[in-house]
T-cell receptor
Framework: NAGVTQTPKFQVLKTGQSMTLQCAQD?????MSWYRQDPGMGLRLIHY???????DQGEVPNGYNVSRSTTEDFPLRLLSAAPSQTSVYFC??????????????FGNGTRLTVT | DQQVKQNSPSLSVQEGRISILNCDYT??????FLWYKKYPAEGPTFLIS?????DKNEDGRFTVFLNKSAKHLSLHIVPSQPGDSAVYFC???????????????FGEGTQLTVNP
């Protein structure tokens, strides 16, 4: 059982380049989300989705786009990379929201460096 | 504003002793609290949770305590083992609305080191 799969594991971008971080889950989870982890700041929510066709902004959405065309996939797009987007990105999913009996399952992360 | 705070960046304990990790929150709308554990180069994994209507939840060596009046929760690990060495994140969930679902807010994390 693969769980939550993120690709690539590592990426280096130049300022201004664009790219898409891929996230796929095989658990038929309705809820998916993207977080970034920075030293001393924990995990901060970028965007989330409560089901196919529905997305919403989190705490730090600027510079990122998402879409949810299928239940399985939730890609994160960086439109024009900036050094401030250097971070470790985690995708997570759950059966239904973040409430009782629905803990998030995380992927292993994508480490992104923007030079 | 940081709605979930873990004030101790690191904690070191001896094997076999108790580890106590602390977390404070400010938002009264949080209705569910969780602890996640993270090893290097891996994603966080769910450890234990507690609903806001309870004050204690136990699972093996792990116990979470919730003090709603103080807006404080803690994770106790007894006895601590070297394999428990990891970063521990406290997280809190709040509903956003009927159609927007819920969101999880994380603390900064505490690095626990258990020495043999």
């Amino acid at each position: 059982n693969a769980g939550v799969t993120q690709t690539p594991k590592f990426q280096v971008l130049k300022t201004g380049q664009s790219m898409t971080l891929q996230c796929a889950q095989d658990m038929n989870h309705e809820y998916m989300s993207w977080y970034r982890q920075d030293p001393g700041m924990g995990l901060r929510l970028i965007h989330y989705s409560v089901g196919a066709g529905i997305t919403d902004q989190g705490e730090v959405p600027n510079g990122y786009n998402v879409s949810r065309s299928t239940t399985e996939d939730f890609p994160l797009r960086l439109l024009s990379a900036a050094p401030s987007q250097t971070s470790v990105y985690f995708c997570a999913s759950s059966y239904s929201g973040t409430g009782v009996n629905s803990p998030l399952h995380f992927g292993n992360g994508t480490r992104l460096t923007v030079t | 504003d940081q709605q979930v705070k873990q004030n101790s960046p690191s904690l070191s304990v001896q094997e076999g002793r108790i580890s106590i990790l602390n977390c404070d929150y400010t938002n009264s709308m949080f209705d569910y609290f969780l602890w996640y554990k993270k090893y290097p180069a891996e994603g966080p994994t769910f450890l234990i949770s507690i609903s806001s209507i309870k004050d204690k939840n136990e699972d093996g060596r792990f116990t979470v305590f919730l003090n709603k009046s103080a807006k404080h929760l803690s994770l106790h690990i007894v006895p601590s083992q070297p394999g428990d060495s990891a970063v521990y994140f406290c997280a809190a969930s709040a509903k956003i609305g009927e159609t927007s679902g819920s969101r999880l807010t994380f603390g900064e994390g505490t690095q626990l080191t258990v020495n043999p």
